[in-house]
């Protein structure tokens, strides 16, 4: 559920994972990746991605696996939405940190939620 347009609390761990974010859109993530690539703890780590999908920048899902059979609990999978996407970049402008584009960003839709 995406609230109205908050100004968020923008700190150093908050431009690494919306960079690394917007890296990876429009591949979904997980905690798991962002923590082993950008060394966040997960306790620092969680709550921000709370935070940011309260404000209607991500969405997220379990992903769609069988427990049993991968032998290991499923993964959160968090995404920007087109907000998200859109005000991200604005963030990161206002840092002036440059965004590393992957390869499918080039030519992906960018979905809601």
């Excluded at 431009?15 to 082993?36: Q, T, Y």
């Excluded at 032998?71 to 002036?96: C, F, N, W």
Aim: net charge positive.
């Amino acid at each position: 559920m995406a609230m109205e347009q908050h100004t968020i609390r923008v700190t150093g761990q908050t431009l690494k994972v919306l960079s690394f974010l917007l890296e990876k859109h429009p591949e979904p993530v997980s905690g798991a990746d962002i923590i082993n690539s950008k060394r966040i703890l997960s306790g620092t780590l969680y709550p921000l991605l709370d935070r940011l999908a309260t404000y209607g920048l991500l969405s997220s899902r379990w992903e769609d696996v069988d427990p049993s059979v991968v032998k290991r609990p499923r993964k959160r999978l968090y995404k920007m939405t087109a907000d998200g996407v859109h005000r991200a970049s604005q963030i990161l402008q206002e840092h002036g940190i440059a965004i590393k584009s992957s390869p499918s960003r080039h030519n992906a839709p960018v979905e809601d939620g």
